[in-house]
């Protein structure tokens, strides 16, 4: 009895899953773009070149002059060495007497009034608040360094200095550095686990929350972070090496920065994800 014979199947040919050249570049303002950046970044980097990420001047275009909304994440950690903005330096102040010292604590201890939950705190209020005491014990030591006090009084100052900067880090939980510099009207909102390392330099009116780093690069100190003016720190966020933060810009919480963020940016991290054990 004659066996029928299979017919021959030709093999599958291999498909790419690529994306053609020509893919049409998705909207930023459209629904799938917000969606996916706000609900689920990592399938809007999956799409490819499907979804073609748009540049600041793009986005201002489409969002307004409002700096720091509907930026991509991928252009506010860019590094921009060649983008020609600049930073504002922190504004000097008086060490060549007990004037000046004065004077900056005075105007620290109402900088820091102000941030009470309650409302303008009272002057002992401020003065007792540990952002206050671990600002003051920093510039204590800039003006024992820079010759403020007299010959006579130095290496008292210098001793007194020290134990204060013992007091700030295993007590109030701030660890600031000497080589650090900071401007005028800095805030600390919250105490504990602030360390800024190197040689530092914040700006005006900074803003730190709790567990906020500055740290500088471990092979060289003096590679460290430049923080412009009026930055908001978030808990737990962390600058590392020689970074440029530009002023007005906004440091999320535990958001790890490691490249230059521009002026009125704002830099998020990743959000929690639910994981469902069964």
Known sequence: ?????????APPVARSIAPPASAPA???????????RRRNPYVLNFLGSYV????REESMKILGDRPGEGIPEAALTATTEGSGWTISEPTAWDTSGFQGLRAILREDRESASVIAPEGRASTIESWLSPGSQALAAHRFGEWVGAGGPPWL??????????????????VLGFEIAKSVRLGLRVKFFHQHGVVMGG?????????FRHGVTLAPSPKNPSEAPQIGARVSFGAGCIVLGKVRIGDGAIIGPNAVVTTDVPPGASVVAQPARILRIR
């Open 199 to 207: 040689h530092c330099v914040v700006g005006d009116d900074c803003v």
């Open 153 to 170: 009084l130095r290496r008292p100052a210098a001793f007194l200095h020290v134990l204060m900067s013992g007091y700030v880090r295993s």
């Open 26 to 36: 998705l909207n930023p303002a459209s629904f799938t773009h917000r969606y996916f």
């Open 1 to 9: 009895m004659p066996t029928a014979t299979k017919p021959k199947v």
């Open 52 to 55: 073609a990420t748009p540049t």
